[in-house]
């Protein structure tokens, strides 16, 4: 039998969708979209959050799964800064199955209700988590961003060998309402906001 899975927080350290200025509060500008606009909302949400939970597969748990995160013009894609001394790092270097969870609760404009409450949104994005080559112009581009939204990481240990990562999203899971999860293809996801940044921008 397999052990429990091991969920944990710790830094995410993502861009998702734009290149904020540094700050020590990132201010809400843009409105929560109504519950009728589903992909809206997942990429508000994506866009807002500058940290959630990635859940990898524990190559030290036989294969339980195993979180590893802490509580524009961008596509929607999440980036990661990590290091192979994490094991978040080399469980995606051995199996690249991955999940990435957001909730709206620290953003907050849940109010004072229970972060459970579905009308407090969550959003949960899986797929697999790809290295970036560090030559390419998307590595230059991940980087200029996650540096923006996290200026520390620019100081971090140079022989620590940090790396970029990005998850290439297969399926998508929102809940922000009553009645069970929305249904979003990751083309609708990824399309989405190109010609309406008032809900990116931040």
């Not at 953003?107 to 390419?136: F, H, M, R, W, Y």
């Amino acid at each position: 039998m397999l052990p429990p899975a091991r969920l944990a927080l710790a830094a995410a350290l993502l861009l998702l969708l734009h290149l904020p200025a540094p700050s020590a509060a990132r201010p809400i500008v843009a409105a929560k979209p109504a519950p009728s606009e589903a992909t809206a909302t997942a990429r508000w949400l994506a866009a807002q959050n500058t940290w959630g939970v990635l859940s990898t597969i524990s190559s030290d748990l036989n294969g339980a799964p195993f979180g590893d995160g802490v509580p524009g013009e961008g596509h929607g894609t999440p980036y990661f800064y990590l290091t192979t001394l994490d094991p978040t790092a080399r469980d995606a270097l051995d199996d690249e199955r991955t999940s990435f969870t957001l909730s709206e609760f620290p953003l907050g404009t849940c109010g004072k209700i229970d972060p459970e409450n579905p009308t407090c949104a969550k959003l949960t994005l899986t797929g697999k988590l790809k290295l970036v080559d560090l030559q390419s112009s998307e590595a230059e581009l991940a980087k200029s961003a996650l540096f923006s939204k996290h200026p520390e990481m620019k100081d971090w240990p140079k022989n620590h060998h940090f790396k970029i990562f990005k998850l290439e999203i297969e399926n998508i899971f929102l809940i922000d309402w009553f009645g069970g999860p929305k249904p979003i293809s990751p083309s609708q996801y990824l399309e989405f906001g190109r010609n309406q940044h008032s809900v990116m921008s931040s």
